[in-house]
Structures are given as structure tokens and as C-alpha cells.
């Protein structure tokens, strides 16, 4: 594929129609041409090195273009391209090419006809569906690929028709390497980490730390925080929320954390302070030298409460920021100057909200790690103020009753309990892997494993294996 790049790049991509899980329009002649062109590039490629027609089928190493050859790309290639046993005149038409006495011209024609079938490109799904379309849709949806020996065996035997079956196979999927990085794609999806930004490029300096490697890090180190807690640890919800479990693998981030670093198969280094993927310094890092605390309340609301605040026009930001004037940060910490900011009407009808949350975490420094004050710096990095550092509010504003807190803690207990919190994983996580928009109460079992304390493992299983796979 790599080599047949340019080919790729030709294909039309696919863009979604209005209703979220349609193809619009469904495959023009530009769709066509560019298929049939990367078709007849990857089959010639193929015929042209005796180490991937083995790939393909055995028979076809030395004489590529035999009956042989054929039969055994119709028995086995065939089958899994399509991930369905072909009919019998699919079988007629595909071998009508016939043996040819030219060495690869039989062989590259079928091979590319394969590859340009709409079969291999179009997931089809019957109503009610076959077991080879149950099959694929579990395989797609748990490991974004197609089904293996395993399902399809199953499959076979008419072994894919009651929810217990689909739960074992879902089951099964989600611990293999493809299952296990899809899992890591959500809690990416979930937690928009493509959003986390280069840290400050000063705060990383006065560390002797490279910003761009620390983001790197940082963001490796969720991957394997998740890893951990779902897979090996088999976690609930809640330990995924609290728990003071930290995956450093170098000095910079173990730094960071305050910790050791950690290597796979050591004991399990705590943080107490980094409690949770909230605690995660990827998902504290700040891009300006000081932290925002707005930013990191509407990241709490956006990402953990699945909360849309719709942002302002930024012209009244910006008139009341001429309006106050420069704010002495010798004089004021970050947090005075955002209450200073943001303790007028209009901007005090949604800021009390983006706020309270967005304080607590004050008591981490804009490269995540753990303070207690808050240093100013001047341009030069010498340091020319230190504020101690204030997480108390009085309303936090997140459940059905005002709550108030004193530190970080506090907000990671409330949130695991949350039930706004269950139902944002619980939608997001059918979002992710059906590509499709949430119906209100479809959820509930989902919801229901949250709240029951089910390991995350059952919570994915119970999102995936529904009765939706069998109609
Ligand atoms: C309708 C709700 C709403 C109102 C009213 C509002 N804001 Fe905001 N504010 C937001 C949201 C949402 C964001 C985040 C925007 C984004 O995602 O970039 C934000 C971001 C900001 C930021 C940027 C923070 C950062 O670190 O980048 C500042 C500063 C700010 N608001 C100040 C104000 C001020 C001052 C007012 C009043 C004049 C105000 N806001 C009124 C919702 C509001």
C-alpha cells in the first residue's frame, strides 16, 4: 500500500451525509475509476513478487496463473476479502477469466477484479442479517477490522444468533491487540486528547525539558494508564476516575508527577495528588506559561459531563478586558485575575459554572505538576512573585445539588459519582463505536453496568454487544 500511495490518495473520500452513518452519494464514477486504477496497481504488484502471491495462496508461489492457483484463491482469498463464502455463480463469473498460458495474466486480472469487487469495499448487511454479516459488524465495531478465523468459524456454524454469543465473541475481541487499540482510540476520542496542546515552551525551558517530547509523553502515558486499568487491572468506572496510579517512562514526566519512573512489570508507582485521567498532566498541560483555569473548568464540563457552554462573542471579552486594564500579576494570582475578569454580568452567567471547577485544579502548575503557590516569572524567567495557591469554592455546580470543595479530591470523588458523568462515558462510548449519534435512554443498560460498578471491560462489552448486532 505504501508504494500504490499516490493511488490512495485518489480515492474520493468518503463524505457523510446529513444522517450520520449514510455515504453521500453512494459510489460515483470517481469512486469507481480511482478503485479499478489501485485494484490493477496492488494485484500487479502482487504477481510480480513470488513472496506475496505465497501470501495469498500457497499454490500460487511458482505458477501463479494454474487452475490450482485459481480454486485456491476462490476458497481462501475469496472469502476473506468478502468475509462471506461466495455463491456459486460469483465463483462461475470470477473464474471465467479461465487459465492462461501467459504466466500472471490470469492471476493479476482475478486478483485485481477481487480487489476492485464491491463486495471487499461495501459492508452489506441483510435484514434480518446473515451470520458472515453479524460477524463483520461485531469485527468492524470491536476491532475496526474484518472478522478472523474465530468469528467466521462461528459464523459458519450458525453460532452468531443469541445476545450470549455476540457477547462472548465481543468479549473475546476486545482483549486482542486490534480490541485493545480501539480502546485506547476512545478514551482518545472521549477525552479529546488531540486537543491537548504543545505545553509552554518557557515553562518547559526553565525545567530543561523539551515541550514538544513532554506532550509526547504525556500523551503516552493515557494510553498506558488505560491499559493498565482496564486490561490488567480490570477497573471499574470509578478507579478510572480516583485512582493514584501513575505510568511515567522517563525522567521528565516522573519528575512532573513526583514520582519514579515506572517500566512495564514493575509494581505500580502512586501519585496521590494525580488522581484519575483528570489528574493526567496531558490533561493539564497549558499552552501559556500560567494555567486557564476557564479552560480546564470547561475541559471538566465538555469532556467528563459531556456539558456544551456555548462560547461568547469574543468582542465583549475583549472590551472588558480593555475595559479593566492590565491586571498587576505581581499583585493578583491567576485565579484573582480571572474572578476580577469574570465577576460581572454578562460573563458571571456562565463563568460561575467554568469557574468553581476550573480553581480547583489551580493547585497544578501550567505543566501539570502539583504546587502549592503559584511562581510569577518575568520575560527573562526570574522569578518576580509567589501567590499561595487557593482551591476552595463554594458552589461547584456539578450534580443536581450545589456542593462545595476544598481541593482537587473533592472534585474527583464527585465526578466518579456523578451519574451525569455515567451517562456522558455511556453515550460516548456508543458514539465511538457505532459512529452515530446517541438516542436519548439507549444507554441505559450501559448506564446501568456504570453505576453497578462493572469492570470497564463489561461496560465496553455491554456498549457494543446489543441487541442491534442481530437486526
Ligand atoms: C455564553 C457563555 C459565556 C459568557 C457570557 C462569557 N463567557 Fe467567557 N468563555 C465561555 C466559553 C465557553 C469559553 C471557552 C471558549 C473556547 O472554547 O475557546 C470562554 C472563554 C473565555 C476566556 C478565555 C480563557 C483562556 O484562558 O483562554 C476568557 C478570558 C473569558 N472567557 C472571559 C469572559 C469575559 C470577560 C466575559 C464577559 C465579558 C465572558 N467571558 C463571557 C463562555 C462564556
Not at 495462496?57 to 475469496?78: N, Y
Not at 499552552?287 to 471538566?300: C, F, V
Amino acid at each position: 500500500m505504501a508504494e500504490s500511495a499516490d493511488l490512495v490518495a485518489q480515492l474520493p473520500s468518503d463524505r457523510l451525509h446529513e444522517s450520520p452513518d449514510e455515504l453521500d452519494p453512494l459510489p460515483s464514477q470517481a469512486h469507481t475509476d480511482a478503485s479499478l486504477r489501485l485494484a490493477i496497481d496492488l494485484a500487479e504488484r502482487i504477481a510480480a513478487s513470488r513472496e506475496s502471491r505465497a501470501a495469498l495462496a500457497t499454490e500460487c508461489a511458482d505458477q501463479p496463473s494454474s487452475e490450482p492457483c485459481v480454486e485456491a484463491l476462490l476458497d481462501g482469498f475469496a472469502p476473506r476479502a468478502f468475509r462471506r463464502p461466495l455463491s456459486q455463480a460469483e465463483r462461475d463469473r470470477l473464474s471465467a477469466t479461465g487459465p492462461s498460458d501467459e504466466v500472471d495474466e490470469t492471476f493479476t486480472v482475478l486478483v485485481a477484479r477481487l480487489l476492485s469487487s464491491p463486495a471487499l469495499t461495501f459492508h452489506h448487511w441483510s435484514s434480518p442479517p446473515t451470520p458472515y454479516d453479524v460477524a463483520s459488524r461485531i469485527a468492524y465495531t470491536t476491532t475496526g477490522g474484518p472478522p478472523d478465523d474465530v468469528l467466521v468459524g462461528a459464523a459458519s456454524r450458525d453460532e452468531l444468533s443469541t445476545p450470549t454469543q455476540i457477547r462472548a465473541q465481543v468479549t473475546r475481541l476486545l482483549e486482542s491487540p486490534w480490541g485493545r487499540r480501539r480502546v485506547a482510540d476512545f478514551f482518545r476520542y472521549w477525552l479529546r486528547l488531540d486537543a491537548v496542546p504543545v505545553p509552554s515552551r518557557r515553562a518547559s525551558e526553565r525545567l530543561g525539558l523539551d515541550a514538544g517530547e513532554l506532550q509526547r509523553s504525556a500523551l503516552a502515558e493515557v494510553d498506558r494508564f488505560v491499559e493498565q486499568m482496564v486490561f490488567t487491572r480490570s477497573a471499574e468506572f470509578r478507579e478510572l476516575i480516583t485512582s493514584p496510579l501513575v505510568y511515567p517512562e522517563d525522567d521528565a514526566l516522573a519528575g512532573l508527577y513526583g514520582t519514579a519512573v515506572w517500566h512495564d512489570g514493575d509494581p505500580p508507582v502512586e501519585a496521590p495528588h494525580h488522581r484519575g485521567l483528570l489528574g493526567r498532566v496531558a490533561l493539564l498541560l497549558s499552552q501559556a506559561d500560567r494555567t486557564s483555569p476557564i479552560m480546564r473548568g470547561i475541559r471538566l464540563r465538555e469532556r467528563l459531563l459531556c456539558q456544551e457552554i456555548e462560547p461568547p462573542d469574543l468582542e465583549i471579552i475583549d472590551s472588558r478586558v480593555d475595559e479593566l486594564g492590565a491586571i498587576d500579576r505581581t499583585e493578583h494570582s491567576t485565579r484573582e485575575a480571572t474572578e476580577r475578569l469574570t465577576g460581572v454580568t454578562p460573563c458571571y452567567s456562565c463563568h460561575q459554572l467554568i469557574n468553581p471547577p476550573g480553581f480547583v485544579f489551580e493547585s497544578f502548575d501550567p505543566l501539570g505538576a502539583y504546587r502549592t503557590a503559584e511562581v510569577v516569572y518575568d520575560e527573562t524567567g526570574r522569578e518576580i512573585a509567589r501567590h499561595a495557591v487557593d482551591t476552595t469554592v463554594a458552589d461547584l455546580r456539578i450534580g443536581p445539588e450545589a456542593k462545595s470543595a476544598s481541593r482537587f479530591d473533592d472534585v474527583v470523588d464527585l465526578v466518579a459519582d456523578q451519574a451525569m458523568a455515567h451517562v456522558c462515558v455511556a453515550d460516548s462510548l456508543v458514539e465511538f463505536y457505532f459512529a452515530h449519534e446517541v438516542e436519548a435512554c439507549a444507554t441505559a443498560d450501559v448506564v446501568d453496568a456504570i453505576a453497578g460498578s462493572q469492570s470497564f471491560v463489561d461496560i465496553i462489552v455491554t456498549a457494543i454487544a446489543t441487541e442491534e448486532m442481530l437486526r
